[in-house]
């Protein structure tokens, strides 16, 4: 994993320990080059998951420019767990037309999934 990437899931970690849940989660919103647009824990009284939470807070002017979500979850007995997006997280994410999603796992890792095929590639931060 890149260092910036390794940055951007230290920041979505600790955007996670805000949360008033008992599963904690974290998600930053991404612009081209990386660059953080939104972030937001999950909130229990809402019922309102991270993703969507941090979508809705990409300031109305640079909604276009957001490509990428890092989603992590913060655990108690080790510092990461899986967050693979739920269903109704990724279609709000494909209608906000971001393109690639990473999200924390078990072991301490960074997978990816691209929801527009043949369009951006995750090279823009991986790079970095
Ligand atoms: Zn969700």
Known sequence: MSKRLERLKETAYKEALKSNGIHRHGAIVLG??????AKACNNYDN???AEVRALKRVPHDAKECAVAII????R???RFGLSRPC???QAA???????????STN???LEYETFHENEHRPVFIEGH
Do not use: P, W
């Open 87 to 89: 269903v109704a997280c």
């Open 76 to 78: 108690r007995n080790q």
């Open 107 to 109: 072991n301490e890792t």
């Open 71 to 74: 989603v992590v979850r913060a």
């Open 47 to 49: 019922g309102c998951h």
């Open 93 to 103: 994410l494909k209608a906000a037309n971001i393109d690639v999603v990473y999200y």
């Open 32 to 37: 081209n080059g990386g660059r953080i647009l």
